[in-house]
């Protein structure tokens, strides 16, 4: 690799604005905003959306869609596909 071309791959915290969730990993992302973490260290803090905390998929909420339903009204609206000549 290059030296001096790639951005610094450091410790940043993410806090789940949503949940209250935070964790720490390494990343090149920066922020101005500092926190201190559970190991007494002051790393950068980068506020997110969503994540593992509060995602349908992840917490168990998500809603599944009633695709027969629909495709069974669907058909009593336009016929069915075998109807027609």
């Known amino acids: 690799?290059?030296?001096g071309i790639h951005?610094?791959?450091r410790p940043v915290v993410f806090r789940d604005r949503s949940a209250g969730f935070a964790f720490l990993t390494?990343?090149?992302m920066t922020s101005d905003k500092?926190?201190?973490w559970e190991d007494g260290n002051t790393y950068p803090m980068v506020d997110?959306?969503?994540s593992s905390a509060s995602h349908p998929f992840y917490t168990g909420t998500q809603r599944v869609l009633d695709t027969a339903g629909r495709v069974e009204r669907f058909e009593r609206?336009?016929?069915s596909r075998g109807a027609r000549r």
Do not use: C, N, Q, W
């Open 1 to 3: 690799m290059k030296p």
């Open 34 to 36: 500092a926190i201190e």
């Open 48 to 50: 997110v959306e969503i």
């Open 77 to 79: 609206r336009y016929g």
């Open 7 to 9: 951005p610094a791959y």
């Open 26 to 28: 390494r990343s090149t």
